[in-house]
């Protein structure tokens, strides 16, 4: 069985930072793309960012040039670094893992069970 776990969410006023982390743990063989991904309240899902194990990275254009993705290989660990956050970054984020499970070298995407990030403005 594969687990991600995330940290780090919580309150911040607008114009502060916060850094989320999702650590993968169990039988991984090796881990492909990891993702956040945020839902607002009435709103649909969105990719915020993607990072592939080679660390090209790509994000949403509202997003752009205040978040920032990164990953530890050795950790199966992903992170969210997000600067100048808005109110309109409140929504509750979650990681996933393109995971390839040992043994079996199934494939399957995983989720964390998210957390919530409010920014008061």
């Known amino acids: 069985q594969v687990q991600l776990v995330e940290s780090g969410g919580g309150l911040v006023q607008a114009g502060g930072s916060l850094r989320l982390s999702c650590a993968a743990s169990?039988?991984?063989?090796?881990?492909?793309?990891m993702s956040w991904y945020r839902q607002a309240p009435g709103k649909q899902r969105e990719l915020v960012a993607r990072?592939?194990?080679?660390?090209?990275?790509n994000y949403a254009d509202s997003v752009k040039g205040r978040f920032t993705i990164s990953r530890d290989n050795a950790k199966n660990t992903v992170y969210l670094q997000m600067n100048s956050l808005k109110p309109e970054d409140t929504a509750v984020y979650s990681c996933?893992?393109?995971?390839?499970?040992?043994?079996?070298?199934?494939?399957?995407?995983?989720w964390g069970q998210g957390t919530q990030v409010t920014v008061s403005s």
């Open positions: 990072i592939t194990s080679g660390g090209s990275t």
């Open positions: 169990g039988s991984i063989l090796s881990i492909n793309d």
């Open positions: 996933a893992a393109q995971v390839v499970v040992a043994v079996t070298r199934a494939k399957y995407t995983h």
